[in-house]
Each structure stands twice: as C-alpha cells, then as structure tokens.
C-alpha cells in the first residue's frame, strides 16, 4: 500500500507535522512497520518545518519555524524557486499550495515508480494528495490502453480516502481557471469535459475517484456521507 499524507507526526525532532492530522498519519507508519505490513509513506521532508507557537516575554503567542538541516533535505538539486514548493508545511498562498499538491501526489506517484516500488492500493490521507488519482488515470490510460472510464473505474477499486472533516471551510476549493493553468495538458491528453464545472473541491473529488472512504471518527464519517450524498 502506498500512503500519502501531507504531513507526517514521526517524532519531534522532525517538525514536518501540525497536530492530530500528522499524529494519526505517523502512528498508521509506526503500526504498520509494527505489524510488518507493505506499505510505504508519501510525503515532504519541509525544510522550513512548520510553526512552533511559543509565548514571549510580553505574553502574547509568537510563531517561529522549526527548520531542518538541509544538508538532511533531499531537494538541494532543485531550482531555489523550485525549493519553495516544498519548503514550509501549508501556505496561505493559493497557487503555491496547489503546485505543493501537484508535487506530492504526482511528483509523489512518478518517484515511487522511479525507485520500482509496487503496490496495489492507494490511501489518500485527507484531500491534498489528490492529484495522484489524476495521474493514475493517465498512466492507465497512456500506458494500460484503458479507456476513460475504464481507467476511472480502475482506480476506484484501488483507492481508499481518509477524510477529517465535512466542514467546507475547511478545505480549499480553486476555480478553474486556475487548475487550467496547471492541468490543461491532462485535458487535451484524457479527454476530460471541464467546461461546465466551476471549481475544483479536492475533498469532493477525492470521494468521486475512490471506491471506499472513511473518517478517523465515526461522528465525522456521518457527518461526511451526509454532507457528500448526492456525489
């Protein structure tokens, strides 16, 4: 199994996780590696961490990031506009974190088949990782000789989707016009008809192209099916 997740909760002298997101990710690598199940993670080794909230000597709550040696960051071989991408765990700029996206479920997909490791079934751990559906689609598409839907049903069957919250609000939605930016040559390439769609909801999107779901609550699950019943 291949596990993407866009943080991950290891140990404290790796800062490339925010709280309980991260925890639950780090714990389902440290159960598995128990167990002595296949599976591999899928993530960003941020350079400049993430923020460490600390309390100054007027009181009041400062941010300050907890950065990683980067002679230990394998990204040096990059392009420094290229590092950006992956330098600091989420960002409040809307194109960078899509690309941020693109590089860990694409980039994500390409390095696993670079390195020749094999798995049969992929799990999104929340939606950012969702780009690599689109990349297994063309990949089966392009490479498999599937049609489409074919494609489209194939990574269904193989794909679980780990959601964390049904709030809105709590995920980023992107018109389309920006997507196009990034993933017009994936329509000319598979014949997607995005035309009359408005925006792009990587959460809804990643409920559509897997086959089964679930929630790291049972409350959040029942609040998630209701929300997306009409998907």
Same mark, same amino acid.
């Not at 290229?82 to 994500?108: A, E, F, K, W």
């Not at 609550?217 to 998907?231: A, E, I, K, P």
């Given at each position: ?12 002298? #790796? !800062? ?19 167990? *002595?199940? !296949?599976?591999?993670?899928? *993530? ?8 460490? +909230? ?15 040696? $980067?002679?230990?960051? !394998? ?8 590092? +950006? ?9 809307? =194109? ?28 999104? =751990?929340?939606?950012? !990782? ?22 489209? /049903? $194939? ?11 049904? #709030?809105?609000?709590?995920? /980023? ?14 329509? $000319? ?8 769609? $408005?925006?792009?909801?990587?959460? &809804?999107?990643?409920? &559509? ?10 409350? +959040?699950?029942?609040?998630?099916? &209701? ?5």
């Amino acid at each position: 199994m291949a596990y993407f997740c866009t943080e991950f909760g290891l140990h404290h002298t #790796l !800062p490339i996780y925010s709280g309980g997101f991260g925890f639950l990710a780090g714990d389902i690598l440290k159960e598995t590696s128990d167990m *002595g199940l !296949p599976m591999v993670g899928v *993530g960003f080794m941020y350079p400049q961490g993430y923020v460490r +909230q600390v309390i100054g000597s007027d009181g009041w709550q400062q941010g300050a990031n907890e950065t990683i040696d $980067k002679d230990c960051a !394998p990204i040096e071989r990059n392009d420094p506009w290229d590092r +950006q991408i992956s330098s600091h765990l989420y960002t409040p700029d809307m =194109n960078q974190g899509l690309r941020q996206q693109i590089v860990l479920g694409i980039g994500g997909y390409r390095m696993l088949e670079e390195i020749g490791i094999e798995y049969s079934i992929l799990h999104l =751990n929340e939606g950012h !990782p969702t780009c690599v559906l689109f990349e297994r689609v063309r990949v089966f598409i392009e490479d498999g000789g599937l049609s489409l839907d074919e494609a489209i /049903e $194939k990574v269904k069957r193989t794909s679980i989707f780990t959601t964390h919250t049904p #709030l809105q609000a709590a995920t /980023e939605v992107y018109s389309f016009n920006m997507m196009s930016n990034y993933f017009e040559d994936y329509r $000319k390439r598979l014949g997607h008809r995005w035309r009359d769609v $408005k925006r792009y909801d990587r959460r &809804r999107c990643a409920l &559509r192209y897997d086959r089964a779901s679930d929630a790291c609550r049972d409350r +959040q699950g029942r609040n998630s099916h &209701r929300r997306t019943d009409s998907l």
